[in-house]
């Protein structure tokens, strides 16, 4: 089944008194493009949640979002008490009260609001812990992601469909123009010569071999053939359970090649518009393909 490659999916769940929480957005990219916004403490681990990622989409650019949310007492930061640096500080200070006759009243909250007296920083984390928190995060939100990318798919399908009946039935006129196209070259010819030599006897065999000769020029039989190919090949591929984005964007510009060399090789105004009508549709065609997966 057809897979959009734009979609949104959300996952939470909850470990040992912290919340994980996934946001996970897909969009249009012609390869797999996976970005992970979190904090530098989960990258150890980041190839292992492109890996989770991978396993459920194949194509475009994925943007994860990771939040970890403590919902226990203990803090997640760890705060340290520089005891070089006020060493130094009171040094300074002691000095400066020997030079300058300075107050010695020094306070802790004086001190302590000096530059990298106090640091704070990340508390350890169980890498395994976290892991297991994301996974089941990441698990909720490609749920959903995939299956929103499923329905979008579905819709895409039935445009599909339509677009294809259109210009199969375009291809049909033609194909069923093309004889006619040969019959009215041969009594357009035969006219013209009628009127311009009226005492002069018309050579069936001249005109037979002039009229085979526009035939062979305009002869759009294997176009047609190859077009009518690769519409049946269109519907065999959106029926695959698989990656198909990249073969229907080339079967669309291969279907549009056909098209420019029917409407150049017919010789025919009925013919050429009808193209066109062909050309807009496939235009049409591609611009959804760009939205598979």
């Known amino acids: 089944m057809l897979k959009s490659m734009t979609a949104f999916g959300r996952g939470e769940y909850e470990l040992n008194n912290k919340l994980f929480t996934i946001e996970i957005k897909s969009l249009n990219n012609r390869y797999k493009d996976i ?22 989409v194949k194509r475009g650019r994925i943007e994860l979002s990771i939040q970890i ?12 008490l520089n005891i070089p640096m006020v060493k130094t500080y009171l040094n300074i200070f002691k000095q400066l ?3 300058f006759g300075l107050d010695d009243t020094i306070t802790a909250e004086f001190i302590s609001q000096k530059k990298d007296v106090i640091s704070m920083r990340p508390k350890d984390v169980d890498l395994e812990e976290i892991g297991s928190g994301i996974q089941e995060a990441l698990s909720q939100a ?14 895409i399908e039935a445009d599909f469909q339509k677009r294809l009946s259109f210009i199969e039935k375009q291809v ?3 194909e069923n123009r093309a004889p006619v196209v ?22 069936e065999t001249r005109l037979a071999q002039e009229v085979a000769i526009f035939a062979g020029r305009c002869d759009i039989t294997e176009e047609i053939v190859r077009t009518k190919s690769h519409l049946n090949q269109f519907r065999q591929y959106i029926e695959l359970d698989d990656s198909v984005g990249r073969r229907l964007d080339f079967l669309t510009q291969e279907m549009n090649r056909e098209i420019n060399t029917i409407s ?25 393909v760009q939205n598979i997966e």
């Open 69 to 80: 949310e403590n919902k226990g007492d203990e803090p997640d930061y760890a705060v340290d």
């Open 264 to 288: 150049s090789k017919a010789s025919d105004a009925s013919i050429s518009a009808t193209a066109v009508e062909i050309k807009a549709e496939l235009e049409k065609l591609r611009e959804q």
């Open 142 to 155: 490609l749920e959903v992601l995939v299956a929103m990318r499923l329905q979008e798919g579905k819709a």
């Open 172 to 174: 049909d006129i033609i």
């Open 35 to 56: 970005i992970i916004k979190s904090s530098k403490m989960l990258q150890p681990i980041e190839e292992e949640i492109k890996g989770q990622v991978s396993s459920g």
């Open 182 to 203: 040969i019959e009215e070259y041969k009594q357009k010819l035969k006219d013209r010569i009628e009127k311009l030599a009226q005492d002069i006897e018309l050579d």
């Open 97 to 99: 009260k020997n030079d």
